[in-house]
């Protein structure tokens, strides 16, 4: 098929741009309210037309059926200092009236075979194109940094090697996703000790609220 994709891509474009927009504003927002925020920092991306191409074949998608069968064509990607941010960002991405989640994925408690651990929301985003509102599927990572850098580190060897990691790589990388379980269990030992050393600093300060 014959397919232009650049104009395809456009919608998907405008979404990643308009989500990334909106999610960098509420980590402002927390940053000047001086609360803890839940958001490190996000990413986005449109699907290089390589990847989809390969995917279509892989999953037997066809290429008719993209908009509704391939559902990660737009991606944001949201990194969260601690574990449990990852689900207050879930609890406020589905009250949010701008979109629609449709689908969800927990692989924080439930990780993958690979040791690949991430919250995935799929949405439904109305975009605003010249005379009409056209749905579009995104998919949004949710995950913390540790969990981004384990992935990242996989996803640039399963390119490498094309998924057929030598046994040794494999073990490794297994050991390597539980390590970083680890530091974020730790690093959620450490956030309770400083959110209790807050709290009791704020007593001793003669406050009478307690967070
Ligand atoms: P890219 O290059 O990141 O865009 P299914 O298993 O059929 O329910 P599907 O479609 O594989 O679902 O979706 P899933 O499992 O939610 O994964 C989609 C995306 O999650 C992947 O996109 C990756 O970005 C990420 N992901 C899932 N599993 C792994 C993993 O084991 N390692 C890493 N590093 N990332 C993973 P793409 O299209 O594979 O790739």
């Known amino acids: ?19 990334k927009v909106k999610l960098k504003g509420i980590r402002t ?3 000047l309210s001086k609360q803890h925020g839940p958001i490190e920092f996000v990413t986005g991306r449109v699907k290089p037309v390589n990847s989809i191409l390969l ?37 406020l991405l589905k009250n949010r009236h701008d979109f629609k989640v449709v689908q969800e994925k927990d692989y ?21 194109l010249i005379d009409e509102v056209k749905y579009i599927l995104v998919e949004i990572q ?6 981004n850098f384990w992935a990242s580190i996989e996803h640039s060897l399963n390119y490498k090697y094309q998924g057929e990691f030598p046994h040794e790589i494999n073990l490794r990388l297994q050991k390597a996703a539980e390590s970083a379980f680890q530091l974020d269990e730790e690093m959620s030992t ?22």
């Open 190 to 211: 450490i956030r309770e000790e400083i959110k209790e050393a807050q709290s009791n600093f704020r007593f001793k300060d003669g406050k009478s609220s307690i967070e």
């Open 108 to 128: 924080v408690t439930h990780k993958k075979d690979s040791g690949y651990r991430s919250y995935h929301l799929i949405c439904e985003y109305p975009v605003q």
């Open 55 to 91: 995917k279509s074949r892989t999953r037997n998608i066809s290429l008719e059926k993209l908009e509704t069968d391939m559902e990660d064509l737009a991606g944001i990607r949201i990194m969260c200092p601690f574990v449990e941010d990852i689900y207050d960002v879930v609890d």
């Open 29 to 31: 927002s927390y940053q």
């Open 142 to 147: 949710i995950r913390t940094l540790a969990m």
């Open 1 to 19: 098929m014959d397919r232009d994709w650049e104009l395809f891509l456009l919608p998907y474009t405008q979404t990643v741009n308009e989500l």
